[in-house]
């Protein structure tokens, strides 16, 4: 694999470990709860319902792109990927499903992204608005 599909690879795995991390995290401080009772915090108000419609819609686009995705580079178990999305976090499950994709890519000889200097510093501002975001959130 080239440097930058092993660089996106290792990015890909720490978002997933802090997306997991971070959100699950919420549940145990949460207590346990049954999942009548998570759906119900969901809808509490409008916020949390824009939210959940937010991530579904993620989820249905990211379904869609996975499932593609698959089909063309021969990738197992695209389901498994959606099921753990909807049951774990798809904020875990789409990063995991992007690491098999980038491995699979290089099985196939596909040339990997080609970031110029912007697309970095692009990234890294998302990167720090992400972070101040989850640290407001979380505090």
């Known amino acids: 694999m080239t440097r930058t599909r092993t660089l996106l690879c290792w990015a890909y795995g720490l978002i997933a470990v802090a997306a ?3 959100t699950w995290s919420q549940f ?3 207590g346990p709860t049954s999942l009548a009772g998570f759906w119900m915090r969901m809808t509490a108000n409008h916020t949390t319902r824009g939210i959940t419609v937010d991530l579904a819609f993620f989820l249905l686009a990211a379904a869609l792109f ?9 990738i197992r178990f695209v389901w498994l990927y959606l099921v753990l999305g909807y049951l774990i976090d798809i904020s875990v499950a789409f990063p995991i499903f992007l690491i098999v994709r980038e491995r699979a890519m290089a099985r196939t000889g596909e ?3 080609g970031f110029t200097a912007s697309d970095l510093v692009a990234v890294a501002a998302v990167t720090a608005v992400v972070a101040w975001e989850s640290w407001l959130v979380l505090r």
């Open 28 to 30: 145990v401080l949460d």
């Open 111 to 113: 040339t990997d992204a």
């Open 20 to 22: 997991l991390a971070l």
């Open 66 to 74: 996975m499932v593609g995705e698959a089909r063309r580079l021969n």
